[in-house]
């Protein structure tokens, strides 16, 4: 994936539009299939978030690269795509709804992060988690998990 790549993904997403629809494969699995004994942790919804995947590694072998104002630029271009394309999603998205919680502001917001972090990757030289990830948000699903072996777990 290049950063074109990225940037074509975010803004012709169709944001949570299958949330609702997910059916397992190799490296995702639905949320309803994970049993309560599972070892599993939340994919991160604020900027603030350290990255769980990689830790800083990824930030370092830019750096590494001598891209380390590529990098930032990247993620803040991103960053502004990413909420412009978000734009159109409302508060309460009926598909993000589930009882009395509503998702939808944890959903941009994971939605966010793992557009920064794939950039993060893209720049590194190394596509891979992230990149995964932004491509399941750009289908329309919500990755909302993962486990330590890597598979994400996308809201059912």
Known sequence: MTLQDLSRIVRNAAWFSHVGEFRERA???PLATVAPSEDWDWLPSSTDQTDPIYGEV???AAERLGKAAVRRDAELFIAKEVQASLRPIREKHPGLIDGPHDFTLAAKGGARYAARMAAREIVAGRPGFWC???S????GFWPCGFFNDGRMIVVH
């Open 58 to 60: 990824m930030v370092e």
């Open 136 to 139: 399941y948000y750009g289908e």
């Open 132 to 134: 995964r990830v932004i």
């Open 27 to 29: 490296d995702a699995t």
